[in-house]
């Protein structure tokens, strides 16, 4: 049964999607069976794994997370495999422009933020992990991602505002906690971006002192070549695969897995 875990932070700009396209990668490297799905509009996991969501006249004959919600098309359908030659572990449900789109219609919709979650369940026993990169903002569709999530992580850039609008986040997840069917568990908080200046170096601890246990051992580092992996359409491992950034990433998705293992034997 696969384990599912969503990348959330209701601030833009904090690492989100970087962080679940490359530890869906570095997990599927590892022989994991493992789907990544693009929730937000803005389609840059897509575009990470090389999807163009703005191919309209491809988008009309494929089929993306768009008709899933729809319940137009079964994951099983819309679902693409990303450099199968290369990585046939790794598959792809991805966005399109279409997605603002259709937030109307899902939201008439009768146990509409539900629907990633049921939709998933076709599919838990072909995947091992399934990794959910969701939009910032509240909407239906981050919504939709952190009840479908058996375990969330908090993507976080420290700095002194975001250390303010955390408790408003964690605040948020436990209310999420009593309406979901699968009461996903906070994971944890990964550091992104991160340089050894003497002020980072000091929100850290300030962040410690609240949330050390939540606090994943690794760091992401601040670097030019996580920029560079978007242009290049590819994840680290296949942009700058020994870059400190991609190394950071293949030692966090270590930890997250293991971290997953303890939770799962109630450890």
Do not use: W
Not at 32 to 49: C, I, K, Y
């Amino acid at each position: 049964m696969a384990k599912r875990i969503v990348m959330y932070n209701h601030k833009g700009g904090v690492g989100k999607t970087t962080s679940a396209v490359n530890s869906a990668t570095y997990c599927a490297l590892a022989g994991n069976r493992t789907l990544l799905v693009d929730m937000d509009p803005q389609g840059n996991a897509s575009g990470n794994l090389s999807y163009n969501i703005y191919d309209v006249n491809a988008n009309k004959t494929s089929k993306t997370i768009v008709e899933v919600l729809l319940n137009k098309a079964s994951v099983r359908e819309a679902r693409t495999m990303f450099d199968t030659k290369e990585l046939e572990t790794l598959h792809l449900l991805a966005s399109d422009n279409r997605m603002n789109e259709i937030s109307t219609t899902l939201s008439d919709k009768l146990g509409r933020e539900l629907i990633l979650h049921q939709k998933l369940k076709e599919v838990d026993k072909e995947y091992d992990y399934i990794f959910i990169d969701s939009p910032p903002q509240k909407s239906i569709f981050s919504m939709n991602s952190l009840l479908a999530a058996n375990y969330i992580v908090i993507p976080f850039f420290p700095g002194q505002y975001e250390i303010m609008g955390l408790k408003q986040l964690l605040d948020m997840f436990d209310e999420v906690k009593k309406a979901s069917e699968v009461h996903p568990k906070l994971l944890g908080i990964l550091i992104t971006m991160y340089s050894k200046t003497k002020a980072m170096r000091n929100i850290i601890k300030s962040l410690a002192d609240v949330y050390d246990e939540l606090i994943f051992e690794k760091a992401i580092p601040l670097s030019t070549v996580v920029k560079q992996s978007t242009v290049d359409a590819r994840p680290l491992y296949y942009s700058n695969g020994k870059s400190p950034a991609a190394l950071a990433y293949k030692d966090f998705t270590i930890e997250l897995l293991e971290r997953i293992k303890k939770y799962e034997k109630g450890v």
